[in-house]
């Protein structure tokens, strides 16, 4: 079965450090890896996508990694501030049309 | 640019009434999503498209229908409500396979 897995399930930081959020995977066929970010009442807005060939992905102050081989992407969130304080979804692109999502990491960031 | 719009924001519904969910999305894509987020769930798909006139199912379509007569519109009806179906329901579009998905603000569904 296609899943999806993210770990932790919750993190609480302070303002300015740094985290990292894990996702595994066993979807097949793979197409592509997407983070989203969303915040309470809203819908998931992209962060990043990555294809099987890309291993690193920049938006901002969020980095994405994907090691295909062994289906583990992170999201590594640089000097934190509280407005980052959100559900962070790992969304993996099955070949042909579904998105399956994870659960999120919820992240709480406090001053 | 609108995006994906999804009407109603808010419903409540008693028990076997029956409602459509609208979505509308302005970017002409091609595909098209309903997804059901349950608390502390992740988002699982109900059905999509991948073009006017062709639906498919998702992973949990029992109690739902939709239609796609247009690229923009994408409904989702409820025929006969239960209270299983109380969640939060996005609407998603994307234009092909690796382009980025935008989603609709929601439309947070009760069933009493």
């Known amino acids: 079965k296609n899943q999806v897995e993210q770990s932790p399930q919750s993190l609480i930081i302070l303002e300015g450090k740094n985290c990292t959020l894990q996702?595994?995977?066993?979807?097949?066929?793979?197409?592509?890896l997407r983070w989203y970010k969303q915040d309470t009442g809203r819908g998931p807005v992209s962060l990043t996508i990555m294809t099987f060939s890309e291993n690193t992905k920049s938006n901002g102050r969020y980095t994405a990694t994907l090691d295909a081989d062994t289906k583990q992407s992170s999201l590594h969130i640089t000097a934190s501030q509280l407005s980052d304080s959100a559900s962070y979804i790992c969304v993996v692109s099955e070949a042909g049309t579904a998105l399956i999502f994870g659960k999120g990491t919820t992240l709480s960031v406090s001053s | 640019n609108a995006g994906v719009t999804q009407t109603p924001k808010f419903r409540i519904l008693k028990i076997g009434q029956s409602m459509t969910l609208q979505c509308t999305q302005d970017m002409n894509h091609n595909y098209m999503y309903w997804y059901r987020q349950d608390p502390g769930m992740g988002l699982k798909l109900i059905y999509y498209s991948v073009g006017a006139g062709i639906t498919d199912k998702g992973e949990v379509p029992n109690g739902y229908n939709v239609s796609r007569s247009t690229t923009e519109d994408f409904p989702l009806r409820l025929e006969l409500a239960a209270p299983s179906q109380t969640s939060v329901y996005f609407c998603a579009s994307r234009q092909v396979e690796n382009t980025e998905a935008f989603f609709g603000q929601g439309t947070r569904l009760t069933v009493v």
């Open positions: 996702c595994n995977y066993t979807v097949s066929p793979f197409s592509n």
